[in-house]
Nanobody
């Protein structure tokens, strides 16, 4: 049974930092593509950051230089370090896993990030 559990969201002032965690079970993060998505009210869900099984990373243009995706294989956990937060970063952030053996896609329940001006 695959489960993705996000944590670390909250309320922060503009310019502050947060670190989101995605604890995975039933799937190995080191051998599957993982990503962080976000969805703000009135907007489409968008890819924020992704990491491949080989460790390559990609970011949305809006967060380049501010956000960093990483993983701890021993803990089977993926992180999103968010620095220099802006009010437009306010959204629900979702962890995503792409199981390359079954081609099934899994999502966490999301964690709210609110950035005040």
């Amino acid at each position: 049974q695959v489960q993705l559990v996000e944590s670390g969201g909250g309320l922060v002032q503009a310019g502050g930092s947060l670190r989101l965690s995605c604890a995975a079970s039933g799937i190995i993060v080191s051998i599957n593509p993982m990503g962080w998505y976000r969805q703000a009210p009135g907007k489409q869900r968008e890819l924020v950051a992704g990491i491949s099984s080989g460790g390559s990373r990609n970011y949305a243009d809006s967060v380049k230089g501010r956000f960093t995706i990483s993983r701890d294989n021993a803990k089977n956990t993926v992180y999103l370090q968010m620095n220099s937060l802006k009010p437009e970063d306010t959204a629900v952030y979702y962890c995503n896993a792409d199981d390359r053996r079954t081609f099934r896609d899994y999502w966490g329940q999301g964690t709210q990030v609110t950035v005040s001006s």
